[in-house]
């Protein structure tokens, strides 16, 4: 039985390895060996679930994964599940954070461009960005959300996503005029 108390961990109850036991089993080794499955399994189980969800100290991680998410569900009808994985562990500030978030979901590019053959350079770009920044977007918001559903999107955390995000928007428009760039290119090398 799962109980989650009001400090954000989660903790678990060990389940009653007695309900494993088979009572017509007829030998201790049976029992035996049923029991200390069942521990391990509770074992396997306490270390899975007793987890604290950090997400007061890590809001940027959380701002991450939500944008992550939120990518990832605008690029799985071309790419997928899971185009774009969470990067949680990594450097959280808004500058890192900003750069995962631009790297990963600019890098499907390429891919997003095989996927639009005959189309409008331009068009497959506006598409591309469209996407990008809508999931960015729609992950961001949810992160604010939850942030300030605890509570905590106030002071340096909200001044933080506040960068990240506008380090995201900034790392996007870049990333266009690049492309843009390269466009108009070899357009005038034709």
Do not use: C, W
Not at 14 to 28: E, K, L, V
Not at 51 to 56: A, D, G, R, T
């Amino acid at each position: 039985m799962l109980e989650e108390d009001d400090s954000s961990t989660i903790n678990v109850v060990s389940p009653d390895t007695r309900a494993y036991a088979t009572s017509n089993s007829g030998t201790s080794v049976e029992s035996s060996r049923v029991k200390t499955k069942a521990t391990q399994n509770a074992a396997v189980l306490q270390s899975s679930l007793d987890v604290s969800l950090e997400s007061k100290n890590q809001p940027l991680a959380l701002l991450l994964k939500s944008a992550i998410t939120g990518i990832n569900d605008l690029l799985r009808p071309q790419f997928g599940d899971n185009a774009i994985q969470a990067a949680a562990s990594q450097d959280n500030t808004p500058s890192g954070t900003a750069d995962r978030i631009v790297s990963l979901s600019t890098g499907f590019y390429e891919a997003f461009k095989k996927q639009h053959l005959g189309e409008s350079a331009s068009d497959v770009l506006t598409k591309f960005m469209d996407t990008i920044r809508g999931g960015f977007e729609q992950g961001a918001k949810e992160a604010q959300d939850i942030l300030t559903g605890m509570g905590v999107l106030s002071g340096d955390i909200a001044s933080n996503i506040d960068k990240t995000l506008a380090l995201v928007k900034q790392g996007y428009a870049d990333f266009e005029t690049a492309q843009r760039a390269s466009l108009d290119t070899a357009a005038s090398a034709e």
